[in-house]
């Protein structure tokens, strides 16, 4: 079946860390592929997306790349700030209908 | 820039009751999807709507039913709200059918079943 599979959280890192939340698919066709991000209290805003394989997708100092090959779609980011302290939730939409899967979220909690 | 909101961020409603979750987008799009979100276990899909008055069951249907008389509106029923109906709902919406797009998502409505 089709799934997407997360990184399990929570994950903490001092501000100005790298970070890396690791993400793969399952999937039948040729996906697109997207983070979304919630911050606390509110609901899921679209941080970035790739729609066909070796695309990056960029926003905010966050990216991602769209590896066919590894079926994967790991989030990256170089140095990352209190604001950044959210869920993020990596999903795949099969381009049938619209409809998506998304993972169980992976919190991040970034400390000065 | 489009927005979906729904009616409540918080309710609070007693076991046997019917719950209404309404969300509306202004943004024109075709489709409209229901979600709810656990710890652990993301967001799973309830019901989605590719039109008015049309409806489709997503991986967890029971206990729910969907309205959409309006293209803009898209009403969650709880016909019968249980305890383990307790969960934050999220409505989202996305242009049309076939096309990849993103989907927006309102705020969330926290609801407790008591």
């Known amino acids: 079946g089709n799934s997407v599979t997360q990184m399990e959280g929570p994950v903490t890192l001092s501000e100005e860390a790298f970070l890396t939340i690791n993400c793969t698919y399952t999937?039948?066709?040729?996906?697109?592929l997207f983070w979304y991000v919630q911050y606390p209290g509110e609901g899921l805003q679209l941080l970035l997306k790739?729609?066909?394989?070796?695309d990056k997708g960029s926003n905010k100092g966050f990216e991602a790349t769209y590896r066919k090959e590894t079926t994967s779609f790991h989030l990256e980011k170089g140095s990352v700030q209190v604001s950044d302290s959210a869920v993020y939730f990596c999903?795949?939409?099969?381009?049938?209908?619209?409809?998506?899967?998304f993972g169980t979220g992976t919190s991040l909690t970034v400390i000065p | 820039d489009v927005k979906v909101t729904q009616s409540s961020r918080y309710l609070v409603k007693r076991t046997g009751e019917k719950v209404f979750l309404e969300c509306v987008q202004d943004?024109?799009?075709?489709?409209m999807f229901w979600y709810r979100q656990d710890p652990g276990l993301g967001l799973r899909l309830i019901y989605f709507?590719?039109?008015?008055?049309?409806?489709e069951k997503g991986d967890i249907p029971e206990g729910y039913s969907v309205s959409r008389e309006k293209k803009e509106r898209f009403s969650l029923i709880l016909e019968s709200a249980s305890t383990n109906q307790t969960s934050m709902y999220l409505c989202?919406?996305?242009?049309?059918?076939?096309?990849?797009?993103?989907?927006?998502f309102g705020p969330g409505t926290r609801l407790t079943v008591l």
């Open positions: 999937a039948t066709g040729y996906p697109s």
């Open positions: 709507s590719y039109d008015v008055k049309m409806k």
């Open positions: 989202a919406s996305s242009l049309s059918i076939g096309v990849t797009d993103t989907q927006y």
């Open positions: 790739a729609t066909k394989a070796d």
């Open positions: 999903a795949l939409d099969l381009n049938t209908g619209n409809q998506f899967y």
């Open positions: 943004m024109d799009h075709e489709n």
